[in-house]
């Protein structure tokens, strides 16, 4: 009975341990952008999503993960309130004139530490994690998914997409230490808009 008693034992010493590591295999599954991205359940029923407004393709924060691994952070203002009354068609990536000095690389042992300093309380923070590759599954990008689902707040938000022109051109440039000047840049006008100003008046 005792023998009986100690392998019943084992066995379920080994059955909770195939469960501990299936749940650190389900918690860092690799990230399919472009499976993912086309797909959410709806009461049982997977549809697509709707499309990013190209306006809101860079939130208020926007982490970019190098093809070597490397993280790169940059912010913008307040997103505020998102009504859905936009033009479906208007999803290319609006240019933002970002600037090389406006990339921060954050390294990857203080990734918590910098998202608690610099993620604002008083506003909604709307987050997108920007990879070169469409599969993300480094140690990089579940440090970091693991430090965003802790710090941020109820109202806060965060996506998955691939890099955008302007993103890849721009970190380009501050890897090669080169001057930077968006004007003089061949840009893909199916990758980037160039959203009309009404010019100013003089008076």
Known sequence: MRRIFIGFMICLLFWN????????????????????????????????????????????????????????????????????????GDTIAYFINLQPKDLTQIPTNSISNFIKSNYKDHFRNMTFIASKSDTLKTKAYFDLVKALKSSLKERDQYFMRRTTQEEDTVLKYKKNNQYYNSKNIKWDDKRISFPFIKPKLNH
């Open 17 to 88: 341990c195939a469960k501990k590591d299936k749940k650190i295999v389900e918690k860092n599954k690799p990230y399919i952008i472009s499976k993912e991205n086309n797909r959410q359940i709806i009461n049982g029923d997977t549809v697509p999503p709707p499309p990013i407004p190209g306006f809101l393709v860079y939130g208020t924060n926007t982490f970019i993960i190098d093809s070597d691994s490397t993280i790169y952070y940059f912010k913008r203002g307040d997103v505020g309130h998102i009504c859905g009354n936009w033009d479906r």
